[in-house]
């Protein structure tokens, strides 16, 4: 099983809405990362945590780290259409730079 | 701007056929990583590279090799040992600080099709 793992895998909103994405892993890690992916297209960074940090926030995003569960959130917040992607949590736990399968978002208008 | 420029955007390989992806970044970083995505699957790891002539093993390097003669360039060789490369391919480039410590820009992936 991999070392990151998003839940819920597809998660569908109205546009106005919040929504939010879990991510597990298994092993100790220094930071996690959560990347947008749209459709066809490469992956864009959106927060950087380290593992001594509890909450981050960047404009409508707020991901928080609880260590104890292994465990982060990613909340955004008045979700647009335009935030209709998938949404990937990463780790450096293990050897290695592991993505989880990812959470497919749709934000129906 | 900068940013990382992949090519082809879609690429077809024949059978026992040898072929080469293209990645080029003007973001002046010294870390470059190629990935591969598989439908409703994450990234895995194929090779990664800290300085130039000198690059690592992923998760899943077997079938694959790179070069990294240029901190410019990280090109990816698909070899006819790689059984099934059907797949979305992803460079990567970050920063210095700890190989996965930063954050990584991606390219915008070259589809992989076997004819």
């Known amino acids: 099983s991999q070392q990151g793992e998003e839940d819920p895998q597809a998660l569908s909103i109205q546009e106005g809405e919040n929504a939010t994405m879990n991510c597990s892993y298994k092993?100790?890690?220094?930071?996690l990362q959560w990347y947008r992916q749209n459709s066809g297209r490469g992956l864009v960074h959106l927060i950087l945590i380290r593992s001594n940090e509890r909450e981050k926030h960047s404009g409508r995003l707020r991901v928080t780290l609880d260590t104890s569960k292994k465990s982060s959130s990613l909340l955004i917040t008045a979700s647009r259409a335009a935030d209709t992607a998938s949404y990937f949590c990463?780790?450096?736990?293990?050897?290695?730079?592991?993505f989880g399968p990812g959470t497919r978002l749709s934000v129906l208008p | 701007d900068g940013g990382i420029t992949q090519s082809p955007k879609y690429l077809f390989r024949k059978e026992g056929q040898n072929v080469t992806l293209s990645c080029e970044q003007n973001?002046?970083?010294?870390?470059m990583y190629w990935y591969r995505q598989d439908p409703g699957q994450g990234l895995r790891l194929i090779y990664y590279?800290?300085?130039?002539?000198?690059?690592q093993k992923g998760d899943i390097a077997e079938g694959y090799s790179v070069s990294r003669e240029k901190k410019e360039s990280f090109p990816l060789t698909v070899t006819s040992a790689q059984k099934n490369p059907t797949a979305f391919y992803l460079c990567a480039s970050s920063i210095p600080g700890g190989l996965f410590n930063q954050p990584q820009h991606f390219g915008d992936g070259t589809r992989l099709s076997i004819l």
């Open positions: 973001l002046n970083h010294d870390a």
């Open positions: 092993t100790s890690i220094n930071n």
């Open positions: 990463a780790t450096d736990g293990g050897q290695n730079f592991v």
């Open positions: 590279s800290q300085i130039v002539n000198d690059f």
